[in-house]
């Protein structure tokens, strides 16, 4: 008997129904790595590109998109070119973080191994430029996949890479690119290449940032849109329900509480929450540091595996605390936005704002790495009596927030704090961060 799709995230497309027909490897590799139903985006998307469409899409984080444009590059570079030269370059997907270049890196490995004599070249920041122009010369480079910074520094050093006929560009995370300040060498990356090509911008919250992109140089892109449903919070039509910006099974509260009771109600929420996979978010990265040293010296918090990641850190640390985290059944990941963006971690069920974003696209993100595809998840921002306005701000942006109730047992953890610090042997500056905070 063929089986059903009992997920609500996933249509009743098949992979293997797609126009046009995926090759028999790449669907081959989907049957092992356990994909056999489409979510909305990847079955809008796939085929636009694969028959030679622009795309700009807009889709709820969680939604499948890296598969959408994966599945679409691999198999436009198998049709053009069955034996590229070592130094032609005939895909280029292009992310605004290390995290998420090198997780993109992976999730495409089992389809670009279909492709024979292709060779996939991952550049992040981290590393000398010179090991990856060595590997490149050496091992020549076919796709590559990587940030804007490092991307730029590979082109302007390098002359022995062929665009000439490059097939497909992507910009995954499209509008945080420009965000981030990467206007600059995206524009030179993009001169370089043909205009004849295929070009996908893909991003939970796009559409601000569109007229922005053109430059890309899109033509007459399809626009492929999808959102999630989400039922309208209490005091609304009853029974109605509306676009939402966040995965249909998320569950998001937000908790009004004095700045010098929030970090009681974080320690109350962590231990409350023992038994699940927990991300807290901060504002900076000596917040970070700061809660990465307290945490784990509490007497309630001692049993619990607490991990630090924020930008400032060395790639080599960051990935290995990424790693950890992402090997954990539970545990606590403290970190910085550096995180937010289009992580896939497995098994995320509880996400903690203990500080709001400065950019309200982010607060999208943040929650966004729980309740994916389909899965339920929970959430909860810590809001300041000055700041409930942001509940009514996010609605109008069709994110809706329950208030929640902050607990009355929560412990005070000031004092053991204060306590802890006299033990513990700080820098200046630390101590001065520190100082801060209390």
Known sequence: MASTNQNKALTNTRFSDLEPRLAEPVLE????????????????????????????VDAATGSGKTLAFVLPVVEIIRRSSSNPKPHKVMGIIISPTRELSSQIF????????????????????????????????????????????????????????????????????????????????????????????????????????VEELSKAGLRNPVRVEVRAEAKQLSGSASGNSTSSKTPSGLHIEYLECEADKKSSQLVHLITKNKSKKIIVYFMTCACVDYWGTILPRLSCLKSFSLISLHGRMKQSAREKALASFTALSTGVLLCTDVAARGLDIAGVDYIIQYDLPQDDKMFIHRVGRTARLGRQGSAVVFLLPKEEAYVEFLRIKDVFLEEGECASDAPDIIDEVRIKLCHISLSPCFVVQILSFL
């Open 29 to 56: 590799a989907l049957t092992n790595s356990g994909f056999e139903f489409c979510t909305p985006v990847q079955a809008a998307t796939i085929p636009l590109l694969c028959s030679y469409k622009d795309v700009t």
């Open 106 to 209: 992976h999730v495409a490995q089992p389809f670009i191994s279909t492709l024979a004599n292709v060779r996939p070249m991952l550049l992040v920041g981290g590393l000398e430029v010179k090991a990856d122009i060595k590997k490149i010369e050496e091992e020549g480079a076919n796709l590559l996949i990587g940030t804007p910074g490092r991307l730029y520094d590979i082109m302007e050093r390098m002359d022995i890479l062929d665009f000439r006929d490059l097939e497909i560009l992507i910009l995954d995370e499209a509008d945080r690119l420009l965000g981030m300040g990467f206007e600059k060498q995206l524009n030179s990356i993009i001169c370089r290449l043909p205009k004849l090509r295929r070009t996908g911008l893909f991003s939970a919250t796009q559409t601000e940032a």
